[in-house]
C-alpha cells in the first residue's frame, strides 16, 4: 500500500503502475476537501516513489 487515508487508498499493481480507489466512509464517493487532501498526499508519494526509481 502507498498510501491510504479515510477517503482514500493507492497501491502499486505493477512497477510503475498505481491504483487509487476512492472509498468514502459514507454512501457515496465524493470529492470534498479531505478526499482532495488526501489525493495530493497520495501524489506526493507517487512523485517520490519515481524519483528514487529514477536515481536507482
Given at each position: 500500500?502507498?498510501?491510504?487515508?479515510?477517503?482514500?487508498?493507492?497501491?502499486?499493481?505493477?512497477?510503475?503502475?498505481?491504483?487509487?480507489?476512492?472509498?468514502?466512509?459514507?454512501?457515496?464517493?465524493?470529492?470534498?476537501?479531505?478526499?482532495?487532501?488526501?489525493?495530493?498526499?497520495?501524489?506526493?508519494?507517487l512523485?517520490?516513489?519515481?524519483?528514487?526509481?529514477?536515481?536507482?
Open positions: 500500500m502507498i498510501y491510504q487515508s479515510e477517503t482514500l487508498q493507492v497501491k502499486e499493481v505493477r512497477s510503475g503502475i498505481a491504483e487509487l480507489c476512492f472509498s468514502s466512509p459514507q454512501s457515496v464517493n465524493k470529492l470534498d476537501l479531505a478526499t482532495l487532501e488526501s489525493l495530493d498526499k497520495a501524489s506526493m508519494r512523485l517520490h516513489g519515481a524519483i528514487l526509481r529514477d536515481l536507482s
